[in-house]
């Protein structure tokens, strides 16, 4: 591919908070960038125009997403420059992929996820209540719609998708279940809109419910959770990992995860990261966004845990 002319069909969020938290490990020698999350490449091509020489390595779980990867970033991929892997970032240690100077999870849906009606992602295209990131999994939000119980469905209508009162549309769909299964994105989104009604201009009463339905077929939370740790432990000294969030819930954790690891490297900015007014106003996904950075520590001057000189040194 020709990395300077090929529009990206995501837009990257944070773009320039991202290359500025690079930006220090640029010039290292034998560069190797990991990204967990590949998309359409959007912020991967950003590094590798920014560092020709980086060695990048990058994942998705989504098949489409690597299709892509395959077909748009043929020339780096012949050139030795560029791995795509098919799988979930949670796995990353079993993939003996080595160590990198730095990643980016950048989580949530891309783009071209949200606008296929046949992924089952948005309300606005009629498709299969689906909302599988990875095609290969057998979890679907049809399949949770049938099959949680009342009690479970308002748990996670509260929980993920942070509604105070999921009550009314939860018993709704217990009642129309046992006639007809919901098989469709309208089919869902219909009955929300009749039971719920509008609230806000522009903002569909179905989005919550959504979002917290793709966040539980694709297990989000626990996935991130699980994930970061394994990630740290894969940077070289001084490498950084930047995790771009659009929910609460997963910054929050994020936040406590990097915390519980101080024995290992520190968060690089005290506050959030969060995007500027001029890019939240022209690019809506990325007024949600929250950017924060950890940088592992200096391997070689870290002293072993349980030395003597540990209890002086904050270890
Ligand atoms: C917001 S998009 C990334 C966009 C990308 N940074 C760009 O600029 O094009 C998120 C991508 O991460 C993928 N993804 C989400 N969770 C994942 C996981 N646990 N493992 C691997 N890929 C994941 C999704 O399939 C989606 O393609």
Redesign the pocket.
């Known amino acids: 591919m020709n990395l300077s002319n090929t529009p990206?069909?995501?837009?990257?969020?944070m773009l320039k908070e991202i290359l500025s938290m690079f930006a220090p490990l640029n010039g290292r020698p034998e560069l190797r960038y990991f990204?967990?999350?590949?998309?359409?490449?959007?912020?991967?091509q950003a590094l590798m125009q920014a560092e020709p020489s980086i060695k990048a390595v990058a994942?998705?779980?989504?098949l489409d997403?690597i299709a892509y990867g395959k077909s748009h970033f043929s020339e780096v991929i012949e050139a030795g420059r560029l791995q795509l892997v098919h799988?979930?970032?949670?796995d990353f240690a079993d993939f003996n992929l080595g160590e990198f100077d730095f990643m980016?999870l950048?989580?949530?849906?891309?783009s071209p996820?949200l606008d296929q009606g046949p992924r089952g992602f948005s309300f606005y295209h009629d498709g299969p209540l689906d909302m599988r990131?990875?095609q290969t999994e057998v979890l679907t939000a049809a399949e949770i719609i049938q099959s949680y119980s009342e009690e479970e469905l308002i748990q996670l209508f509260m929980d993920l998708g942070e509604i105070s009162r999921p009550q009314r549309v939860v018993r709704a769909i217990v009642h129309d279940r046992k006639e007809k299964p919901f098989v469709s994105t309208k089919d869902l989104a219909g009955l929300i809109e009749r039971v719920d009604g509008w609230h806000r201009k522009g903002h569909h009463p179905a989005t919550q419910y959504f979002l917290a339905l793709r966040m539980e077929v694709?297990q989000?939370l626990s996935?991130?959770e699980k994930?970061l740790k394994p990630l740290v432990l894969g940077l070289k000294p001084k490498g950084r990992l930047a995790v771009l969030t659009f929910h609460s819930l997963e910054d929050r954790i994020v936040k406590n995860v990097f915390k519980s690891l101080e024995d290992l490297g520190r968060p690089v900015n005290k506050k959030v990261l969060q995007p500027e007014w001029s890019e939240a106003k022209v690019n809506s996904r990325a007024r949600s966004a929250k950017l924060r950075v950890f940088e592992r520590s200096d391997l070689e001057n870290a002293v072993p845990e349980g030395s003597h000189y540990s209890k002086y040194r904050g270890y």
């Open positions: 990206p069909l995501h837009i990257p969020v990204d967990g999350t590949f998309g359409r490449g959007g912020h991967l994942m998705d779980r989504d997403a799988g979930n970032y949670t980016l950048d989580l949530g849906v891309s996820q990131m990875n694709n989000e996935g991130v994930a």
